[in-house]
């Protein structure tokens, strides 16, 4: 591996020795900084990001040990290999176990301490480009279908980004359809328990004397047909994320138990008192007015407020109308690759007729009429008539007219065209302000044949 130059700090109390390190390592064309001891090299640490430090073992006051673990507080991602006499390379043993890269024993050659170098900085090197990836990967792991650009959809999906990292607890709120689950997904994926479990449970598909034993897990023996121990949705998704879909269904005695975990963070299985400790993000959604369910007794408010620590709320897709087209053509084109046909397009009266509709389930139905129509399009054109009749029998509103929208491309390229006119052709400003990735948009922009007025270009 080509590995580039890196800044390195060398710590030893012994001239000589640093001396060494430095001619040494400058030789490779590193970039070397030199303390004559820890207290120092705390200091410069502290001011500069070090990719390395070789520090010696034995120096007066703070010793290697205490140097590398006081780095490893400081900047985590520090490697720190350890230079010791023979006599001490137990106590350099000791320094590997407690997070040192590796260790050389005094006095060492030039070829020997570059090799050891070259590899701690390889490891480095590849951490990095891991982090990138997965960075990338947090991208690309948001959820196709949470696309558009209408203010408060942006606004509730900035805010899913906002709390991804925290461990707050986060209700979503909205119709039935908005994409309440893809919300849910999109804030475990953009967190730090995104490799870790997500657990969905949806609270009013099952029925109230099972749904205790389903997210708290029975012992065997605590009821009639308990003929085994049962490991509970929370406890299955310990470390990670549980989802906790209709919240506003829940039983007032689930309630109560529900509000303990998130108080105490721990549970007992049904049959136990044994007390199992949980770490466990939480969120919920509902479609119910929560505040109505409170003044008729049928919600705790206490539990109302654990659960709103953060509210994220979905606008019905009735809202948000110029974000159809956008839509549409994302389910067109999903469901084409899938079937292995060609992408189809809208004709002008079709993309009327969903333009007039106010869709009641939201982008859930406007996926299924797509669906529908892809299927059933005799050619590259969906019509009306391959419509559910639903939406066919909705006389047009007349928002949208010839010379507005001629087609969904059409209607996509104007999109795309003022919001790089906005963003002044920025195109990751742009890109966000549609809710699609900067290679999506790069790639429509030379499908649409767009080009930057002279200013920009």
């Not at 461990?167 to 849910?184: F, N, Q």
């Amino acid at each position: 591996m080509n590995l580039a130059p890196a800044r390195i700090l060398a710590v030893d109390d012994d001239p000589l020795a640093r001396e060494f390190l430095l001619e040494t390592l400058r030789r490779k064309g590193h970039q070397v900084s030199c303390a004559g001891g820890s207290l120092e090299a705390l200091e410069l640490l502290r001011k500069h990001a070090y990719p390395l430090v070789v520090a010696d073992f034995r120096m007066p006051g703070m010793d290697g040990l205490a140097l590398l673990k006081e780095t490893k507080r400081i900047r985590p991602a520090t490697e720190v290999i350890i230079a010791t006499a023979y006599g001490s390379v137990e106590s350099a043993v000791e320094a590997v176990k407690c997070g040192a890269f590796d260790f050389v024993t005094k006095p060492f050659t030039r070829e020997r301490i570059e090799t050891i170098v070259e590899r701690a900085l390889e490891t480095c090197s590849l951490r990095e480009e891991t982090h990138r990836l997965r960075e990338e990967l947090r991208t690309l792991r948001r959820p196709p279908s949470l696309i558009g650009r209408h203010p408060h959809f942006q606004e509730a999906l900035d805010l899913a980004r906002l709390v991804a990292d925290t461990d707050a607890t986060v209700l979503v709120r909205g119709e039935s359809g908005t994409g309440k689950e893809l919300i849910a997904r999109f804030v475990h994926d953009q967190s730090r328990k995104r490799d870790r479990p997500f657990v969905k449970v949806s609270c009013a598909a099952l029925p109230e004397s099972l749904l205790e034993a389903e997210l708290f897990g029975h012992e065997r023996g605590a009821f009639t047909t308990a003929y085994q121990r049962r490991v509970g949705r929370f406890e299955k998704a310990h470390s990670g994320t549980i989802f906790l879909d209709e919240i506003g269904d829940l039983s007032p005695a689930t309630q109560i138990r529900l509000l303990n975990v998130l108080q105490d963070r721990q549970f007992e299985r049904l049959g136990s008192s044994d007390p199992i400790a949980v770490d466990v993000r939480v969120i919920a959604a509902t479609n119910r007015p929560l505040e109505s369910l409170m003044e008729s007794g049928q919600f705790r408010s206490d539990l109302y407020y654990r659960l709103k620590v953060v509210e994220i709320n979905l606008p019905p897709l009735r809202e948000r109308k110029d974000d159809i087209p956008l839509l549409a053509e994302h389910f067109s084109l999903r469901i084409a690759e899938r079937l292995g046909r060609l992408p189809l397009r809208l004709s002008t009266d079709s993309l009327d007729r969903l333009m007039a509709y106010d869709w009641p389930g939201n982008v859930r139905e406007l996926g299924n009429a797509i669906e529908r129509a892809v299927v059933t399009a005799a050619d590259t054109l969906i019509q009306p008539r391959d419509l559910p009749a639903s939406i066919v029998q909705r006389e047009p509103r007349g928002q949208w007219n010839e010379s507005a929208v001629v087609s969904l491309a059409e209607g996509v390229k104007q999109l795309i065209q003022r919001a790089l006119e906005k963003t002044r052709w920025n195109q990751s400003a742009a890109a966000r302000l549609l809710g699609i990735d900067r290679s999506t948009l790069a790639r429509k922009i030379r499908t649409c044949r767009l080009t930057p007025p002279h200013q920009f270009s």
